[in-house]
């Protein structure tokens, strides 16, 4: 029996412009991205001016990785058995109320950067609960045949938020942090009010059977990606070549101290990763990689690894974005493959608790990083911290590529499917 062409072809750009959940989901995760890049850099600098301490920015990094350990694994769970879209709708009104919390803070001439960690903390709070239930939204809106281009477009969507967040809040700041926090509030509350409109209610079915506590089917969905050689390699190793290759953290001393290229400056380079990000998206969008999407992330990480080095190296303003520009490029062809092979190598019933632990894996090394390069700036110097990411992540690329040869040899992503019980 011949497939139909709509069972085969490449769905189009107005295909997908069609389902409306599709556009709800992915503008109101342009708000709420935007928002927290805003808050990112305006807390990172507002932090760095009170205390003037690479290990300060550090521990804003830690105040929001803490709560993701404690609350991201049971937040998988819920994913999987509670409707996706009060799961967000409640985290993004607790976000909202955490700007006006900074906003409180700023306007009280608050001194103490533990006011400010506390405030964060909670912040993380709501992140970890978010993430599992937004990052498996979109199989839950698209069928398996759309899925490959609706990851793209959503990253897509993500990165120019990443790009316009980090330069929106230099500029903003300009005007003082609380004009920062005060717009991060506004974009919350939008990103609450465009989930709510989502009509198709987002809770996975569970298969009929025993039942079963929430420990176990937490432990459920570890023991799945354990098993499942491709999925284990594709987060762990994400995880390590962002835990230390984590230069991001330390970009307010490089505007400030080395660069000295000011608020307005580290807004362009926080900007730099996404702008080359989203240059490569175009690039996948358009021909995505059909062969060999195994080694194109091995190679693309080890890229971006070398560009972590250069910039560590460089001293000239225009270098250093530039090598920003080439990490984000790189990170975003590894992201392009883990966020399709997961989804894909995964059943729908366990995706809320396995993109609990990627999200574990991945969103928390992000702020471990942060805390990491922080702390090895404070032992080793800035510049030392940088180099000596960039080469773990290179040593990790080689590692991985002897422990995980299934994801080494992964050729075609359409070719993927859950593992046979």
Known sequence: MTSSPDETAQPTLGELARNRDLVFYLSGRFASTLAMLIQSVAVGWHIYDLTGSALALGFVGLAQFLPMVALTLPAGDIADRVDRRLIIG???????????????????????????????????????????????????LVSARQLPRAIAISSSTFQVAVIAGPALGGAIYIFGPEAAYGSCAALFGLSCLTFSLIRKPQAAEEPQGPAISGVERVMAGIAFMRRTPIVLGAISLDLFAVLLGGAVALLPVFAKDILHVGP??????????????????????????????????????????????????????????????????????????????????????????????????????????????????????????????????????????????????????????????
């Open 90 to 140: 409640a985290a993004t009104l607790t976000e909202a109320a955490s700007a006006g919390a900074l906003i409180w803070l700023t306007v009280a001439d608050a001194t103490t950067p533990g006011y400010f960690y506390a405030v964060l903390v909670v912040f993380g709070c709501a992140r970890a609960v978010m993430a599992p239930a937004a990052r498996s939204f979109v199989p839950m």
């Open 264 to 421: 307005e400056g580290l807004g362009l380079m926080r900007s730099g990763p996404a702008i080359g990000a989203l240059l490569v998206n175009f690039l996948i969008i358009w021909k995505p990689p059909s062969r060999h999407t195994g080694l194109w992330m091995f190679g693309c990480i080890a890229l971006f690894g070398v560009a972590t080095i250069v910039f560590g190296l460089s001293t000239n303003f225009l270098l250093s974005l530039g090598a920003l520009v080439a990490m984000g490029g790189a990170d975003m062809v590894s992201v392009y493959v883990r966020s399709t092979i997961i989804p894909l190598a995964t059943p729908r019933v366990m995706l809320g608790r396995v993109s609990a632990v990627e999200m574990l894996f991945i969103g928390g090394s992000n702020e471990l990083g942060e805390f990491e390069s922080g702390v090895t700036a404070a032992w080793f110097g800035t510049v030392p911290a940088v180099i000596i990411g960039g080469l773990g992540t290179l040593g990790v690329v080689g590692l991985w590529m002897w422990l995980f040869p299934e994801l080494r040899k992964v050729d075609r992503l359409e070719d993927v499917k859950p593992p046979e019980k």
